[in-house]
Nanobody, 116 residues
Framework: QVPLVESGGGLVQPGGSLRLSCVAS????????MGWYRQAPGNERELVAD???????NYAGSVKGRFTISRDNAKNTVYLQMNSLKPEDTAVYYC??????????WGQGTQVTVSS
């Protein structure tokens, strides 16, 4: 069973919106702080936003006020709502699960392209 499955990426015009979803297996989600990272060509992977098991959130400065991370514990799903998208948001976005015992899982990545 794949531990993290992402969906929702695609091509959007500047100023548009996308919502990313990441479904985790039940034995992961309940014991993990969840997050979204991104990696653009030639750049290192960077944190976009994360959300703790008790739903405390943290955002990179470049997305604060535009992106919203949330989690639905009943659906084992974490979301990233992305509004007012800019070309510099173009990247592969990865779902992350950081386990309370120190393990770490990554999703396979989903491409987000912001272009006119």
């Amino acid at each position: 069973q794949v531990p993290l499955v992402e969906s929702g990426g695609g091509l959007v015009q500047p100023g548009g919106s996308l919502r990313l979803s990441c479904v985790a297996s039940g034995n992961i989600f309940a014991f993990a702080d969840m997050g979204w990272y991104r990696q653009a060509p030639g750049n290192e992977r960077e944190l976009v936003a994360d959300i703790s098991r008790d739903s405390k959130t943290n955002y990179a400065g470049s997305v604060k006020g535009r992106f919203t991370i949330s989690r639905d514990n009943a659906k084992n799903t974490v979301y990233l709502q992305m509004n007012s998208l800019k070309p510099e948001d173009t990247a592969v976005y990865y779902c992350s699960a950081e386990m309370i015992w120190g393990g770490h899982y990554w999703g396979q990545g989903t491409q987000v392209t912001v272009s006119s």
